[in-house]
């Protein structure tokens, strides 16, 4: 049990070299004969740049690709499980996930990896591609200068920015932990919730689970040092270094409960643990001492802290992991798609937290509403309305903020978020229907 079936690493290796990537650029207007360039090109494009030179840059959405265009980007400091690889290595990843938008949200995105790890560098260059895109997507940077690039770049870009091992993962992970709740008969402001790992992940995560009324005084975070609180040796440190673990460490366990993953699972309902894949970083012994029907979400990826038939047989009454091959896959691709569908169908100019809440409901409500039990948390990715619902709430939610250039009705929205989510998959019919994507060869 618990065996991989194929060897994904070597026909990865073997497929995307064969294939030479994964994404390309296609064109999205008719081109019949060579005159139709002098519409595309000069001498007719002219006149969509003079409308908006003259009109401001808000018209680049109308008359470019803009208004549905996200970048990936990362510096390569922090990718997957790999670590500090570079950006040319992280650049298969990006190229994933700008399929994966492509695919699940009907966004074009484009993988940019850059050579440049000091922050403000970095930043830099991310506000100057700004007019290019719709939307920006932060991708495996590494703790915690991942938290300052993005907070400063939410304040200076106006467009909507997030970083998707933050948010992302948060995002996905409670909308899951609020259907476990419900299922083990628990309010969340009385639930004790023990943090494994405080890296970009359960840094958010934690933040995300206050905006759901948590309370901090009912959650123990670890980091690799141990338990965090307010008495710590390197507190001060910490202080100086990691603003945001300092928060969580001064506000969160006010009895100062010292040790480590051990010690914060004692007494626990909830586990969330994003840290360092497993298998035993969690021991069974360790979730039988949490309390009665637990629920415990190993999302290290690509093994869990602990694998899901030893938290089960510990007692443990829902468990999830990262992964596809077990139930309940707390997937950040449930969430990016189609939150980045809602904000750039209504062109926004801002990510805010009410706009995740929004999107995380929808995932817990819809998943409720189409059969939730405890190997069914949470839907999968092959569940298109999942993403519909997701995104419309996401819009409506900036609509609703003042944040969104665009003011659609409820009808128009549904449509338009509707065939743009279902448009990539007709398109991967037809192009592998016509031979112009070449089928999967023997691996």
């Known amino acids: 049990m618990g065996q991989v079936k194929k060897d994904w690493f070597a026909i990865a ?37 003079r409308r908006i030179k003259a009109g401001g840059e808000d018209l680049s959405f109308d008359y470019t ?3 549905n265009s ?22 298969p990843v990006m190229e994933g996930k700008a399929l994966l938008f492509k695919y699940l949200g009907g966004v074009d995105a ?39 690039i993005l907070e400063k770049l939410q304040e200076i870009l106006d467009i909507p920015v997030w970083h998707d091992d933050q948010q992302g993962t948060a995002l996905v992970t409670i909308a899951a932990l609020v259907n476990a ?14 943090l494994i790992g405080a890296g970009a992940a359960n840094v ?38 990691n603003p945001w673990k300092y928060q969580i460490a001064v506000e969160s366990n006010p009895e100062c409960v010292k040790g480590g993953i051990r010690e914060a699972l004692k007494g626990a309902d909830v586990v969330i643990a994003a840290s360092t ?85 929808a995932i817990a409500k819809y998943t409720e509403e189409t059969g939730m039990h405890e190997e069914r948390i949470i839907g999968t990715m092959e569940e298109t309305e999942l993403y519909v619902r997701e995104a419309m709430a996401v819009a409506e939610k900036a609509m609703e903020l003042g944040l969104a250039r665009r003011r659609l009705s409820r009808s128009e929205l549904e449509y338009e978020i509707r065939e743009l989510i279902e448009r990539p998959k007709k398109q991967m019919r037809a192009l592998l229907g016509s031979g112009l994507i070449a089928p999967m060869p023997p691996v």
């Open 13 to 49: 290796e073997k497929l995307h070299k064969y294939y030479g990537g994964k994404i390309e650029v296609a064109p999205k207007c008719p081109i019949t004969s060579l005159d139709d360039f002098s519409i595309w090109y000069t001498p007719g494009v002219a006149e969509p740049c």
């Open 277 to 361: 894949p497993g298998p035993g970083v969690i021991k069974k012994e360790w979730v039988a001492e949490m309390n009665k029907d637990p629920i415990v979400f190993a999302e290290a990826n690509p093994i869990p802290e602990i694998w899901p038939w030893e938290a089960k047989e510990a007692g443990a009454r829902i468990v999830a992991t990262g992964r596809s091959d077990f139930p309940n896959q707390i997937n950040n691709s449930l969430g990016f798609p189609a939150v980045f569908r809602g904000v750039l169908t209504v062109r926004a100019r801002k990510m805010v937290d009410e706009m995740f809440y929004a999107a995380a409901v």
């Open 70 to 91: 996200a970048a990936v980007i990362s510096d390569g400091t922090r990718v997957l499980g790999l670590g500090k690889i570079g950006p040319a290595a992280g650049l």
């Open 204 to 241: 958010c995560t934690y933040r995300y689970l206050k905006v759901f009324n948590a309370r901090p005084e009912n959650m123990v975070v670890v980091d690799s040092k141990g338990i965090l609180h307010r008495e710590r040796e390197d507190i001060e440190e910490m202080r100086k270094s």
């Open 110 to 148: 484009v993988p940019l990896v850059v050579r440049e790890t000091d922050p403000d560098k970095f930043i830099y260059i991310v506000k100057a591609v700004e007019p290019t895109y719709g939307a920006i997507n932060l991708e495996d940077i590494e703790s915690p200068k991942c938290f300052y």
């Open 65 to 67: 690709w803009r208004w």
């Open 181 to 194: 709740l419900k299922l083990t008969g628990r309010k969340i402001e009385h639930t004790r919730i023990a």
